[in-house]
């Protein structure tokens, strides 16, 4: 028997490995054929990853892949790619961009974030995530977070912010002979500033680098093993058993911070011992309001809170950071462009008694210019997702995309484009003046997206950005120097568009 045995067992043996190397490929490359045979030009997939093999190996950002692929199909309105074995749409064309984000939002409403393995996630709820009438119901109540009313008395909070800013920023030149890091002082500044005018709290980490909140949001976007591992996973098409382990996107004590937050701060409201009319002051009232209507299902469940503090925290800081210290690095390199906003800035401020108010803000156009220009160079977030939510016909096609279908908008290509805009690398804010603006088709700037799915916080960022930026540009000249990067490189892995290294300019005070 002994002889007999072995031979058939190594031929079951190999037929069984042959079996599941087939039966994986199958699995992996099942819908690669799909824009090919609706006839939309599709880039060449390569299992298991798709078109994003060199993302996962860490070789290239994810911006700089679409961005390559938006090239290759120049002249079409939209193209075919494959995240892992899913197929994705990219819609280059302007128009069409503008169409799923604003004309036809009812077909598109919801983003590219699947709950499948995040069901026990109680962070997992928030606005950036929610999806159809919940994600509708939600917004509408936390829109008044960010009320013209609202803006206008976090300001006081955002100039002690600011003050704080300059004061380090003198602290960093003494120490450390003129040379800043800027993206460290800029985080710092808007976790501070996010902490006081939505949380009502003093995180000051611009004195406590280690702070509790500066320490969670550094941890937030770190990279890590972890991290690739669970997103290859779900890449790959098994996302729903990272839920059945109960395998959290993040580490244990971010949820844990997120929850003490929230109870801290919510009962300070409760017991009257904030007298805030902040975001916590918000959410306060939205779940009380819930209490007296008995009979009706809630909106605002404790994870729903939980995960909506923390996606205003999380979307708060470091989009707005990235902004300041890239604004800071063009202007560091165009210095007759930082002569230009400095003079502009002064001008506004001796009008109006050398103080920046509300309405001083509004009046400084040419500031908005500059982060605008800073926005088309370096869009924070470089791609949006939208998924077909009502089966849809795109215009002048026989296309049909079935509920579920998934588009991306590749924003970063967009503003990158030579067509929309001439010498694209040149860092040039006179593209924004009101009559250039105008000349240009919808769908080519989407800094904070388009439509009822546009950023919450737009009006903040807006207001925080200028206000930093207004007050170091008075203050301070910046220069590149010998640690500066040029040009800055990108952060691989990182969905947000941000610095690899810290962007480090020299500051001198004006004063001086
Ligand atoms: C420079 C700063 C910022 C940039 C560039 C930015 C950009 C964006 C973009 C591109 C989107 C997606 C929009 C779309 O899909 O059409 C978004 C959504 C969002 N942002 Fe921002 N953001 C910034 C600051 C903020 C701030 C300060 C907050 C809150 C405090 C915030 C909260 C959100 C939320 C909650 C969403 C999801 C909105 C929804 O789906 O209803 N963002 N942001």
């Known amino acids: 028997m002994s002889d007999v045995w072995p031979i058939p067992f190594v031929q079951l043996y190999a037929a069984a490995v042959l079996l599941v190397v087939f039966l994986s490929y199958f699995y992996l490359t099942y819908h690669y054929g799909k824009w090919t045979k609706l006839g939309v030009p599709q880039a060449v997939p390569t299992p298991p990853f798709g078109c994003f093999g060199d993302v996962v190996a860490g070789r290239a950002p994810l911006v700089d892949v679409i961005h390559s692929l938006y090239r290759e199909f120049d002249g079409q309105r939209y193209f075919g790619i494959f995240e892992g074995r899913q197929p994705l749409l990219v819609v280059r064309d302007p128009q069409l961009v503008h169409t799923v984000m604003v004309k036809d939002f009812r077909s598109f409403v919801d983003r590219n974030a699947s709950k499948e393995s995040f069901v026990h996630d109680k962070l997992f709820d928030h606005l950036v995530n929610l999806r159809g009438d919940q994600w509708k119901a939600i917004r509408a109540k936390l829109s008044p977070t960010f009320s013209a009313a609202k803006l206008k008395s976090m300001l006081g909070d955002i100039n002690v912010c600011t003050a704080r800013l300059i004061d380090n920023l003198n602290g960093q030149i003494t120490n450390n002979n003129g040379i800043v890091d800027v993206s460290e002082a800029a985080a710092q500044f808007t976790t501070d500033t996010i902490g006081r005018c939505a949380f009502g709290l003093d995180c000051n980490t611009l004195s406590n680098p280690d702070s509790e909140f500066r320490r969670t949001g550094r941890e937030i976007f770190m990279p890590r093993l972890r991290s690739t591992l669970l997103n290859l996973t779900r890449l790959l098409g098994f996302g729903r058993l990272l839920d059945v382990f109960r395998i959290r996107g993040m580490p244990s004590n971010i949820y844990d911070f997120f929850d003490d937050l929230l109870e801290t701060t ?247």
């Open 266 to 512: 919510m009962e300070q409201h409760r017991h009257g011992e904030n007298s805030r009319n902040d975001f916590i002051a918000l959410l306060v009232k939205l779940k009380e309001e819930e209490k007296l209507k008995e009979n009706e299902q809630k909106l605002f469940t404790d994870d729903i809170l939980a995960a909506n503090a923390f996606v205003f925290f999380v979307a708060g800081f470091e989009t707005t950071a990235s902004t300041i210290s890239y604004c800071l690095y063009e202007l560091a390199m165009n210095p007759e462009i930082q002569v230009k906003l400095r003079e502009k800035i002064k001008q506004t401020l001796d009008a109006n008694n050398g103080k920046l108010e509300y309405d001083t803000l509004k009046d400084m156009k040419y500031l908005d210019m500059v982060i605008n220009e800073t926005f088309r160079l370096h869009p924070p977030v470089p791609v949006l997702s939208r998924v077909c939510t009502q089966k849809y016909t795109i215009e002048d096609s026989n296309i049909t995309l079935n509920v579920g279908e998934k588009l991306i908008i590749p924003t970063y290509a967009l503003h990158h484009d030579s067509k929309y805009y001439s010498d694209p690398e040149i860092f040039d804010p006179e593209r924004f003046t009101e009559e250039n603006i105008s000349s240009r088709p919808h769908g080519t700037f989407l800094p904070f997206g388009d439509g009822p799915r546009i950023c919450i916080g737009l009006r903040f960022a807006m207001m925080e950005a200028k206000t930093g930026l207004a007050e170091i540009l008075s203050k301070f000249e910046v220069s590149p120097c010998k640690e500066t990067q040029t040009p800055v490189k990108t952060k691989p892995r990182s969905i947000l568009l941000t610095p690899n290294e810290p962007i480090r300019l020299s500051l001198k005070s004006i004063d001086q």
